[in-house]
């Protein structure tokens, strides 16, 4: 798969979390990820949709692991 395939699954999971689907974006998020692991963003994203879920130790995990790969980005704070 290639990064174009990532950022698709991106909009997928950001179209769940609008609508609600919180548990449903967490996949698409989860499948990005898998695609590309550097992306800050698929993280940052995932992280909303745990803490939604009220997840919060993953989604600090993810919010965690966005810092690392991207430190100077406020959102992932």
């Not at 898998?34 to 963003?41: K, R, S, Y």
Request: with cysteine; glycine share 6%; charged share 25%.
């Amino acid at each position: 798969m290639s990064s174009q395939d990532a950022l698709k699954l991106k909009d997928l999971g950001n179209q769940a979390f609008q609508a609600g689907k919180f548990e449903e974006a967490v996949s698409f998020f989860t499948q990005a990820i898998e695609i590309n692991p550097q992306d800050h963003v698929f993280f940052s994203n995932r992280s909303g949709s745990y803490s939604s879920l009220q997840k919060y130790e993953e989604a600090l995990e993810d919010a965690t692991m966005c810092v690392a790969l991207k430190p100077d980005w406020a959102k992932g704070y």
